[in-house]
């Protein structure tokens, strides 16, 4: 059975960092990109970033520039470092692996809390 653990959310001020992780607890097979989505508050869950196993990015347009997402295949886990929080970051974020065969696997959310 396929778990994604996540850690490093946490309540931060504006301006400062925060590092989120999300690991794999067994092998998953054909795995095609990672990535980090989001859910504020009356808000739907929109896509941060995410990368390729052969290491193509793409981020949402308000946080490029801030954000930057990583992997290490060898250790199935995908990083996403977040600089320059403001509140508007404010949000459950969910990580995600999708297969070749578009199958879903999520973390269990971390909650971020930027205050101003």
């Known amino acids: 059975q396929v778990q994604l653990a996540e850690s490093g959310g946490g309540l931060v001020q504006a301006g400062g960092s925060l590092k989120l992780s999300c690991a794999a607890s067994?092998?998953?097979?054909?795995?095609?990109?990672m990535g980090w989505y989001r859910q504020a508050p009356g808000k739907q869950r929109e896509l941060v970033a995410s990368?390729?196993?052969?290491?193509?990015?793409n981020y949402a347009d308000s946080v490029k520039g801030r954000f930057t997402i990583s992997r290490d295949n060898a250790k199935n886990t995908v990083y996403l470092q977040m600089n320059s929080l403001i509140p508007e970051d404010t949000a459950v974020y969910y990580c995600?692996?999708?297969?070749?065969?578009?199958?879903?696997?999520w973390g269990q959310g971390t909650q971020v809390t930027v205050s101003s």
């Open positions: 995600n692996w999708r297969t070749a065969s578009l199958t879903d696997y």
């Open positions: 990368i390729t196993t052969w290491g193509s990015t």
């Open positions: 067994g092998i998953i097979f054909s795995i095609k990109t």
